[in-house]
């Protein structure tokens, strides 16, 4: 499973001609399908059989199995692939119970006169081409299994049986379900509910008169009772019904590819679930917006069939500050997309598809119901659009609208942004964006503030805190490597941060400091930060998926890197407050009398100079926080005119 799909698309003035037609266009009544395939899924080549697959799956627009079987074409070419089954390539339940027991005696030697006894002993007259078709047929057979070792000629030319064959004859004793029962006796009980009206049908169809005509009463009856007894059908006071199990065996002899169907799909799964997602997406052709304005794409959006839901909240185009928009806003935002346009912007349009366990299982949507927490997804929404423009550094006149849809296996929501003024001239988004606008969505959905919060407490509070408690020259292993830490530190003082790249040649010693203190003070600590990081793992996971780069693995390093640099740049503290001691107060002891009065003096205007940074610092915040308040304000004031 991946939570969160995000397919991103973008599109200059010169492709469109309008910015508004994306609106019509995100309206439209249907959502177009396009039959093209990809031959490979993130560079794994497909076969004829995948590739089959994904054509029906695009085409139906499901992965549901009951529609996948129907099709002729797949169910064909899998078995003319003999992907599923070749039952010719090994000893059949027709050889064993058929060619075998009726044809050849205790010995083990084929009599060929036995075909036609068998005929004559089911038939009144023996038809002279049927017997001669049958022979045939049963010759063809012998030959495949001569091939196969299952039987052999003798010097009289005789067919013989081999050990092989009585040795897996041994699989097929007994009552098997075959394509006649489900042809034939799930047919008549399905037509007749009763076994006495199954008897009187019988009667009347059959001439049971006749040699024929009694062998084939006799049979169908002993067919049912096995049935009955082996559990495929169900007697209760002379009415018959079809039970789970005969339900389950006919669908395998009914749709015999079915399963290597569910297992090629869990193969492409594998592959990527992802790809999917994102064809489903992709799907929706894209290439019809290059015919479109811009603000088609409101349209396209807000169309009534992409929204059914059984919520009782209202469902249509939101915006930043506007849950609904009626239809006097949708025409403003479409002028709005079109001015876009003219100015020579680019529309960019994103599709965030989401599975729907992954939201199930966050309290998000209620699959019985198919109810969705629309006021939550908004709100995700919002802050991943927003996140996104920040990330961009698009300018203050970029607006966005988006719709949440549900014409599809997944709920997904299309975001649609342009700037009134145009900044950008490149269509093309950094990567980092497109992930921090994922980042924003999964964090909302699973609400990991809480887990966070625990993992950067355990890190922070619990190990850093502690550790500035403890003094290293207290412990015998932590004082010899300190010493040696402090020996190979160069003489600038202000390069003896974790990450400077002049002091590389201590970060492993002071690594290993790192690991003895938290073996010594922290280790149930470390072992529950551990625990708590694979469960984040695993969340992240679930909502990002595997990838070509295994990304959801990324937090785990991250936070064990950010514990290393805040356990290192804590121990350099305390190794320059050593330093200071060691060396800083030698040099004010050795200080002549005028010597100490400027050191005095100039300690003194450092001490100012830092309250006047801090003075100013406050106030550039309060300057700073006062624009802020007076451009929402503005903001405010701007919509409001709009409204009216």
């Excluded at 395939?37 to 497909?46: D, N, Q, T």
């Excluded at 992965?63 to 003319?80: A, S």
């Amino acid at each position: 499973m991946v939570g969160v799909v995000v397919v991103s698309k973008f599109i200059t003035h010169e492709n469109a001609n309008e910015f508004s037609g994306m609106v019509d266009y995100m309206d439209r009544e249907e959502a177009i399908t396009n039959n093209n395939i990809s031959l490979s899924i993130k560079g794994v080549e497909l076969n004829i059989i995948e590739r089959k697959l994904l054509s029906v799956i695009n085409s139906t627009g499901s992965t549901d199995i009951n529609t996948l079987v129907k099709d002729e074409n797949l169910k064909n070419m899998i078995c003319f692939e003999q992907k599923l089954f070749n039952k010719k390539e090994k000893l059949t339940r027709y050889d064993s119970n058929y060619i075998f027991k009726k044809f050849f005696n205790k010995n083990g030697e084929f009599l060929i006169e036995n075909i036609e006894k068998s005929f004559s002993k089911t038939r009144k007259n023996v038809d002279t081409n049927e017997l001669k078709k049958e022979k045939t047929r049963i010759n063809t057979r012998l030959k495949k299994l001569e091939s196969l070792n299952y039987v052999a000629k003798n010097e009289d030319n005789n067919y013989i049986l081999n050990e092989k064959a009585k040795e897996e004859m041994k699989n097929f004793s007994g009552f098997e379900f075959t394509i006649y029962d489900s042809n034939k006796i799930l047919k008549l009980v399905r037509d007749n509910k009763y076994l006495k009206s199954i008897q009187t049908k019988l009667s009347n169809d059959l001439d049971i008169g006749t040699k024929e005509g009694k062998y084939n009463y006799d049979y169908i009856n002993k067919r049912i009772n096995n049935n009955i007894k082996f559990g495929y059908i169900e007697e209760k006071n002379g009415k018959l019904e079809i039970t789970e199990k005969g339900l389950v065996a006919e669908d395998k002899i009914i749709n015999p590819h079915r399963k290597f169907i569910i297992e090629e799909i869990k193969d492409l799964e594998l592959k990527s679930d992802e790809f999917k997602r994102e064809k489903e997406i992709v799907d929706e052709k894209y290439s019809v917006i290059n015919k479109l304005e811009y603000s088609g794409m409101i349209d396209y959006m807000d169309r009534k069939k992409a929204k059914s839901n059984n919520s009782k909240e209202d469902i249509g185009l939101f915006t930043d500050n506007k849950d609904l928009l009626d239809l006097t806003e949708k025409n403003k935002l479409k002028n709005l997309f079109n001015k876009c346009q003219n100015n020579g912007g680019i529309m960019w349009h994103d599709v965030i598809s989401f599975d729907n366990k992954f939201l199930e299982k966050h309290g998000i949507y209620d699959s019985k119901n198919k109810v969705l927490d629309n006021t939550k997804l908004k709100e995700v929404v919002r802050d991943s659009a927003n996140e996104m423009l920040k990330k961009e550094k698009l300018n203050e006149s970029a607006i966005w609208c988006a719709d949440i849809h549900y014409n599809t296996d997944n709920i997904h929501v299309h975001v649609s942004t342009v700037e009134l003024n145009p900044s950008k001239t490149r269509g093309k988004r950094k990567p980092k964006s497109i992930l921090a606008m994922k980042s924003k969505i999964v964090n909302g959905i699973t609400n990991n503030n809480e887990q966070y919060k625990k993992i950067n407490d355990i890190i922070r509070k619990d190990i850093i805190e502690n550790k500035k408690k403890v003094k290293s020259l207290d412990n015998i292993k932590l004082k010899k490597l300190f010493l040696e830490i402090h020996s190979k530190l160069p003489d600038d003082r202000k390069q003896w941060t974790y990450n400077y790249n002049t002091i590389k040649h201590v970060r492993p010693l002071i690594d290993k400091m790192t690991d003895i203190y938290i073996e010594k003070y922290h280790k149930k600590d470390f072992l529950k930060l551990k625990e708590e990081l694979k469960k984040e793992e695993v969340n992240l996971k679930e909502a990002y998926g595997e990838g070509k780069n295994n990304s959801y693995k990324q937090y785990y390093d991250t936070k064990m890197k950010d514990l290393k640099t805040r356990m290192g740049n804590t121990i350099l503290k305390e190794i320059k407050e050593y330093d200071y001691n060691l060396n800083g107060r030698k040099i004010k002891k050795n200080f002549s009398k005028a010597e100490r009065k400027i050191f005095v003096k100039n300690s003194i205007v450092a001490v100012c100079l830092k309250k006047i940074d801090r003075i100013m610092d406050n106030s550039y915040e309060h300057s700073k926080n006062q624009r802020d308040y007076e451009k929402s304000q503005n903001e405010i004031a701007k919509n409001e005119i709009e409204r009216n």
